[in-house]
Protein backbone atom coordinates (compact mmCIF):
# COMPACT_ATOMS: atom_id res chain seq x y z
CA UNK A 1 0.00 0.00 0.00
CA UNK A 2 1.06 3.51 -0.70
CA UNK A 3 2.77 5.18 2.52
CA UNK A 4 0.76 8.68 2.59
CA UNK A 5 1.93 9.63 5.98
CA UNK A 6 3.17 12.82 4.98
CA UNK A 7 -0.28 13.78 4.54
CA UNK A 8 -1.55 13.53 8.69
CA UNK A 9 -1.23 16.82 9.28
CA UNK A 10 -3.93 18.46 10.37
CA UNK A 11 -5.99 20.26 8.05
CA UNK A 12 -4.32 19.15 5.06
CA UNK A 13 -7.46 18.38 1.82
CA UNK A 14 -6.45 15.39 0.08
CA UNK A 15 -7.66 15.14 -3.36
CA UNK A 16 -8.42 11.47 -4.79
CA UNK A 17 -9.73 10.03 -7.52
CA UNK A 18 -12.31 6.80 -6.65
CA UNK A 19 -12.74 3.47 -8.54
CA UNK A 20 -15.32 1.04 -7.78
CA UNK A 21 -16.00 -2.40 -8.27
CA UNK A 22 -12.45 -3.00 -9.13
CA UNK A 23 -10.39 -6.10 -8.25
CA UNK A 24 -9.02 -5.32 -5.15
CA UNK A 25 -8.45 -2.44 -2.78
CA UNK A 26 -5.94 -0.46 -3.06
CA UNK A 27 -4.46 3.12 -2.81
CA UNK A 28 -1.76 3.89 -5.34
CA UNK A 29 -0.04 7.14 -6.51
CA UNK A 30 -0.66 7.50 -10.10
CA UNK A 31 -0.03 10.29 -12.52
CA UNK A 32 0.31 12.57 -9.74
CA UNK A 33 -3.11 11.66 -8.03
CA UNK A 34 -4.44 9.45 -5.28
CA UNK A 35 -5.98 6.88 -6.60
CA UNK A 36 -8.25 4.66 -4.31
CA UNK A 37 -9.30 1.27 -5.51
CA UNK A 38 -12.24 -0.50 -3.81
CA UNK A 39 -14.28 -3.63 -4.57
CA UNK A 40 -17.60 -2.38 -2.99
CA UNK A 41 -20.32 -0.89 -5.26
CA UNK A 42 -21.16 2.82 -5.42
CA UNK A 43 -24.82 2.49 -3.67
CA UNK A 44 -25.89 3.74 -0.46
CA UNK A 45 -22.72 5.21 0.64
CA UNK A 46 -20.66 1.44 0.89
CA UNK A 47 -17.69 2.62 -2.09
CA UNK A 48 -17.43 6.08 0.26
CA UNK A 49 -17.34 4.25 3.16
CA UNK A 50 -14.42 1.72 1.98
CA UNK A 51 -12.48 4.78 0.81
CA UNK A 52 -12.55 5.80 4.23
CA UNK A 53 -10.64 3.27 5.71
CA UNK A 54 -8.52 2.64 3.43
CA UNK A 55 -7.01 6.16 2.55
CA UNK A 56 -7.02 6.23 7.04
CA UNK A 57 -4.92 3.19 6.33
CA UNK A 58 -2.77 4.76 4.21
CA UNK A 59 -2.47 8.11 5.81
CA UNK A 60 -1.95 6.72 9.06
CA UNK A 61 -4.73 8.30 10.99
CA UNK A 62 -7.97 6.93 12.54
CA UNK A 63 -11.38 7.08 10.05
CA UNK A 64 -13.00 9.48 12.78
CA UNK A 65 -10.40 12.04 11.38
CA UNK A 66 -11.12 11.62 7.77
CA UNK A 67 -13.72 14.38 7.01
CA UNK A 68 -15.26 14.14 3.97
CA UNK A 69 -15.06 17.92 1.73
CA UNK A 70 -16.77 17.57 -1.51
CA UNK A 71 -17.82 14.80 -3.92
CA UNK A 72 -19.96 12.82 -2.14
CA UNK A 73 -21.75 10.97 -5.10
CA UNK A 74 -18.43 11.74 -7.52
CA UNK A 75 -15.57 10.01 -8.38
CA UNK A 76 -12.94 12.90 -7.42
CA UNK A 77 -12.84 13.20 -3.94
CA UNK A 78 -11.79 16.08 -1.35
CA UNK A 79 -11.12 14.30 2.33
CA UNK A 80 -9.61 17.28 4.77
CA UNK A 81 -7.87 15.67 7.86
CA UNK A 82 -9.36 16.54 11.40
CA UNK A 83 -7.50 17.92 14.54
Given amino acids: MTDLSHLSAPGTEIAVRVTPKASRNRVTF ?3 QIRVYVTTVP ?8 VVKLLAKAVGVPKSRLDLVRGQTARDKVFRVSG
Fill in 30 to 32: EDG
Fill in 43 to 50: EGGKATAA
